[in-house]
């Protein structure tokens, strides 16, 4: 099953190489900025629902090459979030710190946003194989499930975004949720797995 990292690291690159090209070609739309940036924002929900989605996957499906893809899809996540947050920075703010601080601050689905990115951060920079050495096991699984309140912060800022049709982030709601229910059934049934 040697081709299926490279396969998936390959596929996971799609959405921002499509970006670069559309952007290359000047086909953004009438408001890129804002295209760009809810692009960017969509991608990073959608892997970070992915990365939740593996485990169960695994295990409905008994197809064990499927755990190996866990921390690439999370780590693609991750990427997709930072470049979301660097597009709205950088391109949006001109880099106004100020005016970040205050939006995080005045508006909520920017706090909430906030809230998510700051409790993947730690996911992230402890997901090579020495940090899981270093914290141990036990440890790392621990400070792991932070993906679980991550996700529910990131499905609840795009719904907070969104101004009257709620349809977008009622289906990552809804995606969330089954995630979440499967968790919560295999705690209930064996805890050592979930
Ligand atoms: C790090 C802090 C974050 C900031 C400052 C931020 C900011 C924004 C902004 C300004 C928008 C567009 C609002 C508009 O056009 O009216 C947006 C949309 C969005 N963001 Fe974020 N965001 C953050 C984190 C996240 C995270 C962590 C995720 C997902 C894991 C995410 C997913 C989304 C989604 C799905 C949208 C809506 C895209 C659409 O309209 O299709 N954002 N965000």
Aim: with cysteine.
């Amino acid at each position: 099953m040697r081709w299926l990292k490279p396969v998936v690291f390959t596929a996971s690159l799609l959405p921002v190489a499509w970006l670069g090209w559309q952007a290359a070609y000047g086909s953004l739309g009438i408001n890129p900025v804002e295209t760009l940036n809810r692009f960017l924002g969509d991608w990073a929900l959608r892997f970070l629902l992915l990365a939740l989605a593996v485990t169960p996957l695994r295990q409905w499906t008994h197809w064990a090459p499927l755990a190996r893809l866990r921390r690439m899809v999370g780590l693609f996540a991750f990427f997709y979030v930072c470049l979301h947050l660097a597009s709205y920075v950088g391109i949006d703010l001109f880099f106004d710190w100020a005016a970040l601080w205050k939006d995080v601050v005045k508006r909520t689905y920017i706090t909430l946003g906030m809230g998510c990115f700051l409790l993947l951060l730690p996911l992230a920079l402890t997901s090579t194989d020495s940090m899981i050495r270093r914290l141990g096991g036990k440890v790392w699984r621990k400070l792991h499930r932070l993906v679980f309140p991550a996700a529910i912060l990131g499905v609840a800022h795009f719904w907070m975004m969104v101004k009257a049709d709620i349809r977008e982030p009622l289906v990552y709601a809804v995606i969330l949720a089954v995630l979440l229910g499967w968790r919560l059934r295999t705690f209930v049934r064996t805890p050592q797995r979930a």
